[in-house]
């Protein structure tokens, strides 16, 4: 009875100090980068997880692999929070919350982006992988294509570039690189005023 007992400890260890191990990888941050425009500072801001690169599981995600959990899921990767109007790819976005949202490829068909508003608290979550995307209905959708680069990023990282009508938004994840632009209205920002 004894060896029965001490073999159970013995297995319940192992699988604690399995499971203690599996809980150990590298925890997700919540990262923001900011576009000003006038008084604003932060007439847009986007917020993501620095997801760690991993080439097979982005790779499922471009491809769309049946029966891989990434490759059958939208990755809702960043919220935008805009203060200010703006145009992408012809769709007006007025101010407000908006979840930017991947679809997984698929057979004959690449991967789409999408944006979709909504309203809360966030959807990102730090700590996760991935996030469940917010509910509401895309405003824009549209097929995309990372470029692969040669420089690696070994966590995701967002950037709003100023460019002459607006800003692009440059994600660059591993050795892929996307790039969109945004423009901003032409009229001043409106800014909250004390009452």
């Known amino acids: 009875m004894k060896k029965i007992v001490v073999l159970m400890l013995i297995v319940a260890l192992f699988l604690l100090v399995k499971f203690t191990a599996a809980q150990t990888r590298e925890q997700t941050t919540i990262q923001t980068a900011t576009f000003a425009k006038g008084p604003l500072a932060d007439a847009v801001t986007v917020s993501y997880l620095n997801f760690p690169w991993g080439?097979?599981?982005?790779?499922?995600?471009?491809?769309?692999?049946?029966?891989?959990?990434?490759?059958?899921?939208?990755w809702p990767f960043a919220q935008m929070d805009n203060k200010v109007p703006l145009t992408f790819e012809g769709t007006k976005l007025i101010p407000?919350?908006?979840?930017?949202?991947?679809?997984?490829?698929?057979?004959?068909?690449?991967?789409?982006?999408?944006?979709?508003?909504?309203?809360?608290?966030?959807?990102?979550?730090?700590?996760?992988?991935?996030?469940?995307?917010?509910?509401?209905?895309?405003?824009?959708?549209?097929?995309?294509?990372?470029?692969?680069?040669?420089?690696?990023?070994d966590h995701m990282k967002i950037d709003l570039?100023?460019?002459?009508?607006?800003?692009?938004?440059?994600?660059?994840y591993g050795n892929r690189k996307l790039t969109k632009s945004f423009e901003t209205s032409t009229a001043a920002p409106k800014t909250a005023t004390a009452k």
Not at 161 to 172: E, H, K
């Open 55 to 74: 080439e097979v599981t982005f790779s499922t995600i471009e491809k769309g692999t049946k029966g891989s959990y990434y490759g059958e899921r939208t």
């Open 161 to 172: 570039a100023p460019t002459a009508s607006g800003f692009d938004l440059v994600l660059n």
């Open 96 to 153: 407000g919350q908006y979840a930017l949202v991947i679809t997984p490829g698929g057979e004959n068909k690449p991967m789409s982006l999408s944006v979709v508003p909504f309203e809360g608290p966030t959807f990102l979550k730090a700590g996760n992988i991935f996030s469940t995307a917010p509910k509401g209905e895309a405003v824009y959708t549209k097929d995309i294509s990372f470029d692969t680069v040669d420089a690696l990023a």
